[in-house]
């Protein structure tokens, strides 16, 4: 008999049956007790339970006139398949095993969502054979706890990519792996100091800023310019510490150019206790203009604290992430944080590491680099195309999404609500904001990674359709 955990109360004033019918309804709204599962016979449950063959035929009967349960003569009693108007919302029951069905609104034939990447070019089969190598190659010890920092010859072949192609210069000992960008956010904080007065980029990436909310820090918004960080607010902020997006700014889209960099090198440079975050999420993906070098590689006092993922140019289900910690900061990471354990599998390192040292890693950015700008050349002469001046396109000079001012009169909420209606998914970029609720100009985020250029090309035609373009 499946396990009834049920304890019944004799004192209350509901009837027996009652509590026993509620709590049924219960475990198949919530999915515990799926569909095509025959409930326990009348005999057997009333034995169970201690109550009478009437109690549960009850509780059996309101199930059945309530749609929840099917009899099925000679065989018993079975759980229905259960519409959605009967799935209820309360506390009570949100706790459900089974994932709630989609509804038709969540369905969309295009997802223009900035954090898909082209899987359809995944070299799954490399990595399938480097996972299991990576399996038999050492068996045992894969079991146990790794390197604190993470492992170190995954470090030092970051750190060898990290020279050649974003010009940051460190050794392997600077390069802390952690799992998610929120996570080394977190961690971040905690080894520079909570008392810090912290500042960063507004617009700019939500999950950083409640990372940062969430330690309980100072955390002061810094409005932007056409070239990135507004100098004069962070020097009036007071701030010691910056988070900035300078290989492409999230979301507006801009490179910061080598002036700016400068600048805000300088102003790090004035006082020991300074220091730039530089979050180079998806800086591989540089499609204009020369490469610019990372602020890192041009910071020769140590003030930037180098952030880097695998999310944008690899996978983002992998969680493996990197700081590139200055010497100040290093010797404090050494002298308390070494407790805190690495939170990245040994085997997806090891796997990580193999891949790189194969030369796979190179191969793929090389292949993916020519893969995303031609999806972005598509979605600009797409846009251009059916779009014309009603829009204009903005940050198309890396990365994997552009933003679109639409000049419709609609809101974001409505561009968004539109959209939907013709089974598109597009993005807000408000939420962006540290006041996401006063009167931006409307933008819409548009991502494309993980659209082919057909995709691309049709949601961008149902978007005319939805947003009533000429
Ligand atoms: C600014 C920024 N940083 C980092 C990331 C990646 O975060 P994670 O590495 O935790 O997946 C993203 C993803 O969209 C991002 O927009």
Same mark, same amino acid.
């Given at each position: ?17 009652? /509590?026993?019918?509620?709590? &049924? ?11 095509? @599962? ?50 209820? #919302? ?42 299991? !190598? ?10 146990? =706890? ?10 030092? %072949? ?13 050794? #392997? %000992? ?13 961690? *971040? ?22 990372? &940062?909310?969430? /330690?309980?820090? =100072? ?13 004069? /607010? *962070? ?13 492409? /700014? ?12 400068? +600048? ?5 440079? +004035? ?13 591989? &993906? ?55 354990? !690495? ?7 090891? #796997? ?5 040292? %194969? ?10 680099? #020519? ?34 001012? @639409?000049?419709?009169?609609?809101? +974001? ?6 959209? !939907? ?11 962006? &904001?540290?006041?996401?609720?006063? =009167? ?31």
């Amino acid at each position: 008999m499946m396990e009834i955990t049920l304890v019944l109360e004799n004192e209350s004033k509901e009837p027996l049956y009652l /509590q026993l019918y509620k709590y &049924f309804k219960q475990e198949i709204q919530s999915g515990r007790i799926e569909t095509g @599962v025959m409930l326990p016979s009348k005999r057997k449950l009333s034995l169970h339970l201690g109550v009478s063959q009437n109690t549960v035929e009850t509780a059996y009967q309101q199930l059945l006139a309530e749609g929840y349960v099917d009899s099925r003569p000679r065989k018993g009693i079975f759980v229905k398949e259960i519409h959605s108007d009967l799935i209820l #919302t309360s506390n009570e029951i949100l706790t459900p095993t089974k994932r709630i069905p989609k509804r038709d609104s969540d369905i969309c034939l295009v997802d223009f969502s900035h954090g898909k990447i082209a899987l359809d070019h995944f070299p799954f089969t490399h990595w399938r054979r480097l996972t299991i !190598q990576s399996l038999f190659e050492d068996e045992s010890s894969f079991f146990l =706890n790794g390197e604190y920092q993470g492992e170190y010859h995954l470090r030092e %072949e970051i750190a060898r990519y990290l020279y050649q192609s974003r010009g940051v210069r460190c050794s #392997t %000992e600077q390069v802390i792996i952690g799992a998610g960008t929120q996570y080394l956010i977190g961690f *971040l904080t905690m080894i520079i100091g909570r008392e810090a007065i912290f500042s960063m980029e507004d617009p700019g990436y939500h999950r950083t800023r409640e990372a &940062f909310k969430d /330690q309980g820090v =100072n955390l002061i918004p810094i409005s932007l310019d056409d070239e990135g960080m507004n100098m004069k /607010q *962070l020097y009036a902020s007071n701030a010691q510490i910056t988070y900035v997006t300078p290989s492409h /700014q999230f979301p507006m889209g801009m490179v910061m150019p080598i002036t700016r960099r400068l +600048e805000l090198l300088k102003w790090a440079g +004035e006082e020991e206790n300074r220091f730039i975050i530089e979050d180079d999420y998806d800086g591989e &993906f540089r499609y204009k203009g020369k490469p610019i070098p990372s602020l890192q590689g041009l910071d020769p006092n140590g003030k930037v604290i180098y952030l880097g993922t695998f999310s944008k140019s690899l996978i983002p289900s992998i969680r493996i992430n990197y700081i590139v910690l200055p010497k100040i900061l290093l010797a404090k990471y050494n002298e308390h944080f070494t407790l805190y354990k !690495q939170t990245v599998s040994r085997l997806h390192q090891h #796997t990580l590491w193999l891949f790189m040292r %194969e030369g796979h890693w190179e191969r793929h950015l090389n292949k993916m680099r #020519t893969v995303y700008r031609k999806r972005q050349q598509s979605l600009i002469s797409s846009i251009k195309k059916n779009m014309g001046d009603q829009v204009t396109i903005i940050g198309d000079d890396s990365g994997l999404h552009i933003l679109l001012r @639409v000049y419709n009169a609609m809101s +974001e909420k409505e561009l968004i609500a539109k959209a !939907q209606k013709y089974q598109v998914k597009v993005y807000p970029t408000s939420v962006y &904001f540290e006041d996401s609720c006063s =009167n931006h100009v409307p933008m819409i985020l548009l991502g494309f990674g993980g659209l082919t250029e057909s995709e691309i090309d049709q949601g961008i035609l149902l978007l005319k359709k939805a947003w009533n373009l000429s």
